[in-house]
């Protein structure tokens, strides 16, 4: 009988403890971006999402009519800031995750967030409230790539931006989101009309001359539209990037958007049409280490790794891997987590992928002999080969120096075995890298560089914030044959800033060179229908963004 009160008790407890907010889970509901990123604050106005656990019921419920309440299955959720509190008006509730409008009358600054039901009151939530912080929404539901853009054909034909149904030069776009600001009632179906948040709209790092709406949309508390007309002379291919700025400072998330001369479908090989993807990749980082250090250092790795796997074609595909940005042009990914550990981007590995089995073994041939390279699975990280440090007791163990290699793989179950040589390109000289200390995040980054291989320049940009475990990665493809190029302030603008104590930050930038025609070549496998091989030389220094 003792047992039998013990574990009703027991039941009893568990069934009534208070909902949980996870540390640093309350986000914009479009963008996702952290929220102690510049641009991850919570707008007057706009969706935000809480992620936790028995924040509402098992099955979720949804507000489905007008005037909304500041109650929803018996969840409320209320902002304090001082002696001010405000009740937030709940649109959906679920266990695991509610999403709700700030209401436009939230206290501007830094707030606590409650959560409350019937099993008790949440954790506080510290949450930053601002006049304004525009998402964009993704078709992917991460606040990454392809965005919830409309091409504007006809009035009743307004389908979603896609490779598939590009946009064109001068087309009129309707953009979705939210976080443009306060409006007078956020309970009520929304007045049409402009608000009085400034709109600044980028297509490929081109201004957007013509917006012609920024508001809420009549259908929709809290959601927003811009509208806005292609630039003439914005960049064309399958993921051009779209940012959004308000208020002349803050940034949103960067998303994607098709555009083609004509409309007509672009090209958006590998991922767009290829459903087996293989490809096996080396690369040599030496990393200028200045910052943090009692002197300079330089570090050397020599890295590689192979990835195989089968993903479902999708109507927006993506993956940050390998949709880049069109030569000439920036993006820009705000995650939560530490992407220079190893975290990786939404989407890197495709959801629903499935692992090929590649074989248990490559074997890489080169002009310091072989290496045996074992065991490659989908989402391998990097595999260390060798490495240098200078001034360090240590051997020199680096393994891939500029010329021929030969890779060869046994083949496996899912994919074939496979033989193919490939150049390691010579490194460029990075002229201005000595220069490239501390970077004001307000204005341009310039980036300077000669020699290599003649193959296309990235520059690629970390900043990891390790106290709140955000990153903010930017990546920029430089016009063919150019020796230079401008990061523009808007691609920085989320990267946090660099902690007093260098050892709760990672802030560094990369120029990446290769591979050229001569530096590439197919990987041509049984099971696969796109494969690749290249060889890449990356130069790194550690910086302090401002």
Request: charged content about 5%.
């Amino acid at each position: 009988m003792t047992r039998i009160l013990f574990g009703c008790l027991f039941a009893v407890c568990a069934a009534a403890q208070p909902p949980i907010i996870y540390n640093r889970a309350v986000v914009n509901a479009a963008s996702f971006m952290p929220p102690r990123l510049p641009g991850g604050a919570i707008a007057q106005g706009s969706i935000f999402s809480i992620f936790g656990a028995r924040l509402g019921p098992t099955t979720g419920v949804q507000a489905t009519s007008f005037p909304l309440g500041t109650t929803l299955g018996n969840i409320s959720i209320t902002v304090t800031q001082g002696k001010t509190t405000v009740n937030v008006i709940p649109l959906f509730v679920s266990a695991g995750q509610i999403n709700a409008i700030m209401p436009s009358n939230a206290p501007v600054g830094v707030a606590s967030l409650v959560v409350k039901s019937s099993s008790g009151q949440s954790n506080p939530m510290p949450v930053v409230v601002a006049a304004n912080a525009f998402g964009i929404f993704t078709a992917t539901g991460t606040g990454l790539g392809p965005g919830i853009l409309q091409n504007f054909v006809t009035q009743s034909n307004q389908p979603i931006n896609s490779p598939n149904i590009p946009a064109q030069p001068g087309q009129v776009i309707t953009l979705w989101g939210t976080g443009l600001g306060p409006v007078a009632a956020d309970n009520v179906a929304p007045a049409p009309g402009n608000l009085a948040t400034k709109v600044e709209v980028s297509v490929g790092g081109v201004p957007v001359t013509s917006v012609l709406y920024s508001g809420r949309t009549p259908c929709c508390s809290g959601v927003d539209q811009v509208v806005f007309q292609v630039p003439a002379n914005a960049p064309q291919g399958c993921w051009v990037p779209v940012s959004v700025r308000t208020g002349g400072a803050v940034v949103s998330n960067f998303v994607t958007m098709a555009i083609t001369p004509d409309g007509s479908a672009c090209d958006s090989t590998p991922i767009g049409t290829a459903s087996k993807i293989g490809a096996f990749l080396g690369v040599r980082v030496t990393t200028h280490e200045d910052i943090g250090t009692k002197s300079a250092i330089d570090v050397t790795g020599d890295y590689a790794t192979a990835f195989a796997y089968q993903t479902p074609l999708s109507n927006f595909p993506f993956n940050p891997i390998f949709s880049w940005a069109p030569p000439g042009t920036c993006t820009a990914y705000a995650v939560k987590g530490d992407l220079l550990r190893g975290d990786t981007l939404p989407g890197a590995v495709p959801a629903g992928a499935k692992a090929l089995n590649f074989g248990p073994a490559f074997t890489l041939s080169g002009p310091n002999g072989m290496k045996m390279l074992q065991n490659f699975l989908l989402a391998t990280p990097l595999r260390y080969l060798g490495g240098s440090v200078t001034g360090n007791f240590f051997n020199n163990t680096l393994f891939l120096q500029p010329g021929s290699y030969s890779v060869t793989g046994v083949g496996g179950s899912d994919v074939g075995g496979f033989s193919t040589s490939v150049n390691m390109p010579q490194p460029l000289t990075w002229t201005n890298r000595d220069q490239t200390n501390s970077i004001d995040r307000t204005q341009p980054l310039n980036v300077s560089w000669s020699g290599g291989s003649g193959g296309q320049v990235a520059i690629v940009g970390f900043g990891v914030d390790l106290p709140t475990d955000s990153t903010t990665v930017f990546g920029c493809l430089a016009p063919p044959g150019a020796t230079s190029f401008s990061v523009p302030p808007a691609v920085l603008a989320n990267v946090p800033p660099t902690r007093p104590n260098p050892l709760q930050s990672k802030s560094v930038i990369y120029v990446a060179s290769g591979p050229d025609s001569t530096a590439a070549s197919t990987l041509s496998a049984s099971g696969l229908d796109y494969g690749f091989i290249a060889f890449q030389q990356v130069l790194g220094k550690t910086v302090i963004f401002q």
